[in-house]
């Protein structure tokens, strides 16, 4: 196909605003990561990795008491650290977490979208109410998220500006009795894709982390409904799933941790519009 000269134009500015933005980051100031669902499971695993990286960090949640006790940890560790308590499904509350982050430390560097919940049902049961639940935290939540950022990091015109989506092997896979949450993921990693290309012009990177099986509250519920629907016996669910992992271990938050570091770090500042799956090898056994 021909190129189109005034795209081709207009995509080395962007190109060009992007690196003239990282030039002019200051290396001396200290850069600002939120992270939604960050009172419990991955979220806080990813919170204490990027508090350690040396980031201050603000910790949204939906459940008031997990998120007065983690943002003790972090003060008892030491770490910049503030907390927001909403529901990732509400724009408004989006929007108030990123004024939060900025009040209370200047600026957004990364914002991680990282809530998210599961549904175990058959596709013969899954209702109106079902659909809309799911929907509105895994992916109305995160579309809501990439705004309240995206409209932030274009406002400071340092540094690239990164967001990170929680996506999930059933971003890549599908899964029997996880059907819909398969399906929020399919689009989460869809909105990645077209948010990349959208916010590139603004030097804003948009990727993904795609775990495997964690053994967080989620795979407790998980496992339960399992058991529940195909009659399996309590543990039997995960184990299944568990033995699919060529590494031959389910993983713990710091291995998802480790991944978004990287996608938070000047070191991704090349990458965009990933959905990096980090699950032992399981998805391409
Ligand atoms: P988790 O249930 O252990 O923790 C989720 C956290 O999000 C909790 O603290 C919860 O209170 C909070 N939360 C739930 N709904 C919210 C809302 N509406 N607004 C704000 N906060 C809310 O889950 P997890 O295992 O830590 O999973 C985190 C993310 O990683 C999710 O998006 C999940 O889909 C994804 N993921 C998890 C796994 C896994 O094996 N655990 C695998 C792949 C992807």
């Given at each position: 196909?021909?190129?189109?000269?005034?795209?081709?134009?207009?995509?080395?500015?962007?190109?060009?605003?992007?690196?003239?933005?990282?030039?002019?980051?200051?290396?001396?100031?200290?850069?600002?990561?939120?992270?939604?669902?960050?009172?419990?499971?991955?979220?806080?695993?990813?919170?204490?990795?990027?508090?350690?990286?040396?980031?201050?960090?603000?910790?949204?949640?939906?459940?008031?008491?997990?998120?007065?006790?983690?943002?003790?940890?972090?003060?008892?560790?030491?770490?910049?650290?503030?907390?927001?308590?909403?529901?990732?499904?509400?724009?408004?509350?989006?929007?108030?977490?990123?004024?939060?982050?900025?009040?209370?430390?200047?600026?957004?560097?990364?914002?991680?979208?990282?809530?998210?919940?599961?549904?175990?049902?058959?596709?013969?049961?899954?209702?109106?109410?079902?659909?809309?639940?799911?929907?509105?935290?895994?992916?109305h939540g995160v579309l809501y998220g990439m705004q309240a950022a995206a409209a932030q990091m274009r406002k400071q015109d340092d540094g690239i500006g990164k967001i990170i989506n929680a996506c999930s092997i059933a971003g890549h896979e599908s899964y029997e009795?996880?059907?819909?949450?398969?399906?929020?993921?399919?689009?989460?990693?869809?909105?990645?894709?077209?948010?990349?290309?959208?916010?590139?012009?603004?030097?804003?990177?948009?990727?993904?982390?795609?775990?495997?099986?964690?053994?967080?509250?989620?795979?407790?519920?998980?496992?339960?409904?399992?058991?529940?629907?195909?009659?399996?016996?309590?543990?039997?669910?995960?184990?299944?799933?568990?033995?699919?992992?060529?590494?031959?271990?389910?993983?713990?938050?710091?291995?998802?941790?480790?991944?978004?570091?990287?996608?938070?770090?000047?070191?991704?500042?090349?990458?965009?519009?990933?959905?990096?799956?980090?699950?032992?090898?399981?998805?391409?056994?």
């Amino acid at each position: 196909m021909p190129s189109n000269p005034t795209q081709d134009q207009a995509g080395t500015r962007s190109a060009h605003r992007a690196v003239q933005r990282a030039a002019r980051a200051q290396p001396d100031t200290q850069r600002v990561a939120v992270i939604t669902g960050g009172a419990a499971g991955l979220g806080k695993g990813i919170a204490t990795r990027l508090a350690a990286d040396g980031l201050a960090v603000v910790l949204s949640d939906i459940d008031a008491d997990k998120l007065a006790a983690t943002r003790k940890a972090f003060e008892a560790a030491g770490h910049a650290v503030e907390t927001f308590q909403g529901d990732v499904s509400k724009r408004e509350d989006q929007q108030a977490l990123v004024a939060k982050a900025v009040e209370a430390f200047g600026r957004l560097d990364v914002f991680v979208n990282n809530a998210g919940i599961e549904q175990v049902k058959p596709l013969d049961e899954v209702g109106p109410d079902d659909l809309d639940r799911i929907f509105r935290i895994n992916v109305h939540g995160v579309l809501y998220g990439m705004q309240a950022a995206a409209a932030q990091m274009r406002k400071q015109d340092d540094g690239i500006g990164k967001i990170i989506n929680a996506c999930s092997i059933a971003g890549h896979e599908s899964y029997e009795m996880l059907g819909i949450y398969c399906a929020t993921k399919h689009v989460v990693r869809s909105l990645t894709q077209t948010a990349a290309k959208e916010y590139a012009r603004d030097g804003i990177t948009v990727n993904a982390y795609c775990p495997g099986v964690a053994g967080t509250s989620m795979w407790d519920r998980i496992d339960a409904a399992m058991s529940h629907y195909l009659g399996t016996a309590p543990g039997e669910a995960f184990e299944k799933f568990a033995a699919g992992i060529l590494l031959g271990r389910t993983q713990e938050p710091e291995d998802v941790a480790n991944l978004v570091s990287f996608l938070a770090s000047p070191d991704s500042d090349y990458i965009t519009g990933q959905a990096i799956i980090t699950d032992g090898g399981m998805v391409f056994r």
